[in-house]
């Protein structure tokens, strides 16, 4: 139900822009509703990355504070993850969900930070 896109191959110390939609929610569902980036990375348990409340209200990680931004577009029902500066250690599948994980996890977007 939340399709997530935008990842790929970039070196360290560049940008990505994830995203993601939720073409079945509708948009009286989708707009109160803090969403969330999440990422797991080889060998590791899915951690929550970034969210943002229905009145965009955000928090993040420690581990990405600074570098990623999340933002939302109601109309269009997405979000958004501006990913900068990236590390080796950003590699991961990123995933969206709503704050509770309430939706079933789709397949994700790869990202891998490697030169």
């Known amino acids: 139900q939340l399709q997530a896109s935008g990842g790929g191959l970039v070196q360290p110390g560049g940008s990505l822009r994830l995203s993601c939609r939720a073409p079945?929610?509708?948009?009286?569902?989708?707009?109160?509703?803090?969403m969330a980036w999440y990422r797991q990375g080889p060998g590791k348990q899915r951690e929550l990355v970034a969210r943002?409340?229905?009145?965009?209200?955000?928090d993040y990680a420690d581990s990405v504070k600074g570098r990623f931004t999340i933002s939302r577009d109601n109309s269009q029902k997405k979000v958004y993850l501006q990913m900068s500066s990236l590390k080796p250690e950003d590699t991961a599948v990123y995933y969206c969900?709503?704050?509770?994980?309430?939706?079933?996890w789709g397949q994700g977007t790869l990202v891998t930070v490697s030169s």
């Open positions: 969900n709503d704050d509770h994980e309430n939706y079933a």
């Open positions: 943002i409340t229905g009145s965009r209200t955000t």
């Open positions: 079945r929610m509708i948009t009286n569902t989708f707009a109160p509703k803090t």
